[in-house]
């Protein structure tokens, strides 16, 4: 099992055992640091206090993995942000209503990209009403990214 897998085992466990959910894991490194970035969300949003709360119960859960990272490292707990990335069939149902940008592997009538706003998910496929009105759906394992339109 590769760590990443490992971690983000982890890390959703703590996240959602308190009540938010997971989003997403990044590990790597910048430059000569090493970072653990976690992204977290509830309904209403997540605020800094939700932030520091997860970091000590993150930071305490993987001290006692203190085998698993075997170096130094920084880690973040953060807002997925407004443009979020989606990527369950429980993120599009979240969502349901929003405008949202689809980039897809294999094209669907010959494009890979998709705008419009979400109708529904469900049996593992996002429905659209595309931006001339049409009906789409989409395989969610095909979507390679999908992220919030933001309208400000």
């Not at 703590?14 to 977290?40: H, P, S």
């Not at 880690?75 to 990335?85: K, M």
């Not at 149902?93 to 529904?120: A, C, H, Q």
Request: aromatic share 10%.
């Amino acid at each position: 099992m590769s760590i990443t897998k490992e971690l983000t085992d982890i890390v959703s466990e703590v996240v959602r055992k308190n009540g938010y959910d997971f989003v997403e894991l990044k590990y790597g490194k910048r430059g000569r640091a090493w970072f653990l970035q976690v992204f977290a969300d509830k309904e209403g949003g997540i605020k800094l206090q939700d932030c520091e709360l997860l970091s000590k119960k993150l930071g305490y859960e993987l001290d006692r993995h203190g085998d698993l990272l075997k170096h130094s490292y920084r880690l973040e707990v953060s807002s997925p942000g407004l443009d979020r990335s989606l990527k369950s069939e429980s993120d599009f149902k979240r969502y349901k209503g929003k405008d949202i940008n689809i980039r897809l592997f294999n094209p669907v009538s010959d494009n890979r990209e998709w705008k419009g706003e979400i109708t529904k998910s469900e049996d593992g496929k996002v429905f659209i009403i595309d931006n001339k009105g049409e009906d789409r759906s989409f395989d969610i394992e095909n979507i390679a990214s999908a992220k919030l339109e933001i309208h400000i």
